[in-house]
């Protein structure tokens, strides 16, 4: 018998729904001190990259000396989270 245009590929979907939870039971979450690091980490590194990109198009000769200041603390930071 023909199927719709969603045939197998629907069937396939609901079939790897049912198993995704099976095989999530299995792992441990990640401490909250260590989601805690993470989140810290990814936060100064989109400050960073923020910081750089005002980096690029700033006229002001005092902004532009903050954000370099800026940049190597958010620097600073990022090396005391590849020190650990």
Do not use: C
């Amino acid at each position: 018998m023909a199927r719709g245009w969603e045939g197998k590929p629907a069937e396939e979907r609901v079939s790897a729904a049912a198993t995704a939870p099976r095989r999530a039971i299995g792992r441990k979450a990640p401490a909250p001190e260590v989601l805690e690091a993470i989140r810290k980490k990814e936060t100064i590194a989109l400050s960073r990259i923020r910081v750089v990109r005002e980096l690029e198009s700033v006229r002001n000769p005092r902004y532009r000396d903050q954000l370099t200041k800026a940049l190597k603390d958010l620097d600073a930071q990022l090396l005391t989270f590849a020190a650990h």
